[in-house]
């Protein structure tokens, strides 16, 4: 079956434009994920959705920031005026949200951000 | 604050080669450990989950293990092939959704 799509692949934003980033999980997958990777870093993470429910937004950088899925499938990441140190790849990940350490996150190919 | 590192930072080894990636968390209270595959411009592959429960996992030439007590994990890999190089993430879930990754240690297997 398809795995994790996201769009676009590239994105060159101006800075203090703003962007909006897809994320389209594998069908039926509960849980999903974005996180943050800045060049030669581990990924970091972002925010966790389940299902329409976002439960963790912590790792969001600031108030510029900001994710929905509001039917529990699809979802985007908004990032409002745009600076040059939000340059990245952003991933999105999904899974079945299994509990007791046995889920599996699914990652998308990811965005890259760049921001002049 | 859950920290990950991961040692060595790169390595080149030549085919046929068996190696070993080092990972170190500093917060032992995880729920899995994983590890993962990147492959330049693309995203991750899950390779290998070690529940916390669990001492190892294998999938074909990979053997992961984890040490809670110690915050150790590793990943061996046997008889390396040019295909193996790619850049390998080892990530600790704390919570049921905060996973913490490394840097990575980027492999490059020659032929």
């Known amino acids: 079956g398809a795995g994790v799509s996201q769009s676009p692949r590239y994105k060159v934003a101006k800075r203090g434009q703003d962007v909006a980033l897809r994320c389209d999980p594998i069908?039926?997958?509960?849980?999903l994920f974005w996180y943050q990777q800045a060049l030669g870093q581990g990924p970091e993470f972002l925010t966790y959705?389940?299902?329409?429910?976002?439960?963790?937004k912590s790792g969001l950088p600031s108030d510029r920031f900001f994710a929905e899925r509001p039917e529990g499938s699809v979802s985007t990441l908004k990032i409002q005026r745009t600076q040059q140190e939000d340059s990245a790849v952003y991933l999105c990940?999904?899974?079945?949200?299994?509990?007791?350490?046995?889920?599996?996150?699914?990652f998308g190919p990811g965005t890259r951000l760049t921001v002049l | 604050k859950q920290e990950v590192t991961q040692i060595p930072a790169a390595l080149s080894v030549p085919e046929g080669e068996n190696l070993v990636l080092n990972c170190s968390f500093t917060d032992s209270a995880i729920y899995n450990l994983q590890w993962f595959r990147q492959d330049p411009g693309k995203g991750l592959t899950s390779l290998l989950l070690i529940q916390s429960s669990q001492r190892e996992q294998t999938s074909g030439r990979l053997n992961a293990s984890l040490d809670k007590s110690s915050g150790r994990s590793t990943l061996y890999i046997a008889a390396s092939q040019p295909g193996d190089s790619a850049t390998y993430l080892c990530?600790?879930?704390?919570?049921?959704?905060?996973?913490?990754f490394g840097k990575g240690t980027m492999l490059l297997v020659s032929p």
């Open positions: 069908s039926g997958h509960v849980s």
């Open positions: 959705f389940q299902n329409e429910a976002q439960l963790d």
């Open positions: 990940a999904s899974s079945l949200g299994l509990r007791g350490g046995t889920d599996t996150q699914y």
């Open positions: 990530a600790a879930l704390s919570g049921y959704s905060t996973l913490t």
